[in-house]
């Protein structure tokens, strides 16, 4: 790669390489030295990139959401660490005209695979780590990783399991299970809607409606809680 390239790179993300080889190797797609050129790919500081990613990110996330539990905190790392937001990250630096390919992997339109955009984002990380040590590397991680993890984390479905809550809280407090009922299918075959409704000791609780039998039961439930906090 020419010399002019790697300096713009460099400018990019802050900071220049002492040894510039070690870029080189981070920005190698394992396709070019597939098609005979004798020189590392970036595999090896890819695995060792990710295991930095995974540690400046897990140490921002410990630190920043005290109240957090390890479960919630894993969550959140798995939102901003994966390889879609990677390439993402990749990408805010125009990270794929970089990258070196080779001939078939370019053709086919490889700078702008999400897989090898972000192990290059990882592997670069990685040459830093290598070149400079564990702060500089965490710095770059801040400056393109973690600098929109609001967003990232704002992707977090929420997942709770309402049904789960219900069944619990009502075993305990009244000795019984809660009742769903489908009350009312429409819409053809493949598009079909359900209202459902939750019955606790002949009680009426909940409502819920869905595009699957799953989503309106969780609605009911989650409905049910509330009007039970709501009589505490």
């Given at each position: 790669m020419e010399l002019e390239k790697l300096s713009e790179l460099e400018r990019k993300i802050g900071y220049t390489f002492?040894?510039?080889?070690?870029?080189?190797?981070?920005?190698?797609h394992p396709s070019y030295p597939g098609d005979g050129h004798n020189v590392p790919d970036y595999e090896r500081l890819e695995f060792l990139g990710d295991a930095v990613v995974e540690l400046a990110v897990t140490r921002f996330l410990f630190?920043?959401?005290?109240?957090?539990?390890?479960?919630?905190?894993?969550?959140?790392r798995a939102a901003i660490v994966n390889r879609d937001a990677l390439a993402e990250d990749a990408l805010k630096i125009g990270l794929g005209e970089y990258i070196i390919l080779g001939e078939g992997e370019k053709r086919?339109?490889?700078?702008?695979?999400?897989?090898?955009?972000s192990c290059a984002m990882e592997a670069v990380v990685g040459a830093v780590f290598v070149d400079a040590g564990?702060?500089?590397a965490e710095e770059i991680v801040k400056k393109f990783i973690l600098d929109e993890y609001e967003k990232k984390l704002s992707r977090i479905k929420d997942d709770k399991n309402f049904k789960g809550i219900l069944q619990e809280y009502v075993q305990k407090k009244f000795h019984t299970l809660p009742i769903y009922s489908v009350v009312k299918e429409d819409g053809p075959p493949h598009q079909r809607t359900f209202e459902v409704e939750v019955r606790i000791k002949n009680k009426t609780m909940g409502k819920g409606k869905g595009k699957s039998l799953k989503e309106a039961e969780r609605k009911a439930?989650?409905?049910?809680?509330?009007k039970l906090k709501e009589e505490k």
């Open positions: 002492r040894e510039k080889n070690l870029l080189i190797e981070a920005l190698t630190e920043k959401f005290k109240e957090k539990d390890e479960g919630e905190l894993t969550k959140m086919s339109g490889g700078k702008n695979r999400t897989s090898i955009l564990y702060e500089k439930a989650q409905e049910a809680l509330e």
